[in-house]
């Protein structure tokens, strides 16, 4: 099992410009989450989903879409990048069953944004 | 509100010297709570995790963790450092609605030889 991938691992991006984030998960998790970590501040959960075809707003949602067409794939865009959104991006995902909260992690891309 | 709370941004210890990580949480929180660890440049892992089946829980790499519900804790404790033990280190408490996790600003452990 991989656990929990995520590409690219490192990218650089001008402002303005676009890309999508793609995490990829192996475990039959039924939820998925993307987080931004940047110094001070812990983890902060952009958005979630609970489901293939659901998304959720976290705490800091604006600038960012997601979607989940695959069970096993959450993607995560950024349509016009700002250099506020540089930062190490985590995604992760834990089963739906009852009782089983923890989350698993991926190993996070780090974005900047000049 | 629901909120998870780490007392210091970095604790620093001596190897061998006991390590103590302080986190405390908000009473309206659900009874599960975590305890993640992040080495430099990789993602979190679970060392630990409450589920109200004991109040101590015992974790990877010889951690533990005491719930006390009076004090609304759940700190995390090892008895002797050792220089692989220098990560930060992230509590987390289920948030009510069962789907997400609320997360503290971490503490970043120095280890010392």
């Known amino acids: 099992n991989a656990g929990v991938t995520q590409t690219p691992k490192f990218r650089v991006l001008k402002t303005g410009q676009s890309m999508t984030l793609l995490c990829a998960q192996d475990?039959?998790?039924?939820?998925m989450y993307w987080y931004r970590q940047d110094p001070g501040m812990g983890l902060r959960l952009i958005h979630y989903s609970v489901g293939e075809g659901t998304t959720a707003k976290g705490e800091v949602p604006d600038g960012y879409n997601v979607s989940r067409l695959k069970k096993q794939n959450f993607l995560l865009g950024l349509e016009s990048a700002a250099p506020s959104q540089t930062s190490v991006y985590f995604c992760?995902?834990?089963?739906?069953?009852?009782?089983?909260?923890?989350?698993?992690f991926g190993p996070g891309t780090r974005l900047t944004v000049t | 509100a629901q909120s998870v709370t780490q007392l210091g941004s970095h604790v620093s210890v001596s190897e061998g010297a006991l390590v103590l990580l302080r986190c405390n949480y908000s009473s309206s929180v659900p009874p599960y709570l975590f305890w993640y660890v992040q080495y430099p440049n990789q993602g979190l892992q679970l060392l630990l995790k409450y589920t109200s089946a004991a109040t101590l829980v015992k974790g990877i790499n010889g951690f533990e963790a005491e719930f006390k519900k009076s004090e609304t804790s759940f700190h995390l404790t090892k008895p002797s450092a050792h220089m692989s033990d220098a990560a930060e280190y992230f509590c987390a408490a289920l948030n009510t609605g069962f789907q997400k996790l609320v997360f503290g600003t971490g503490t970043r452990l120095l280890v010392s030889p």
């Open positions: 992760a995902s834990r089963p739906g069953t009852q009782g089983s909260y923890e989350q698993y």
């Open positions: 475990m039959n998790h039924e939820y």
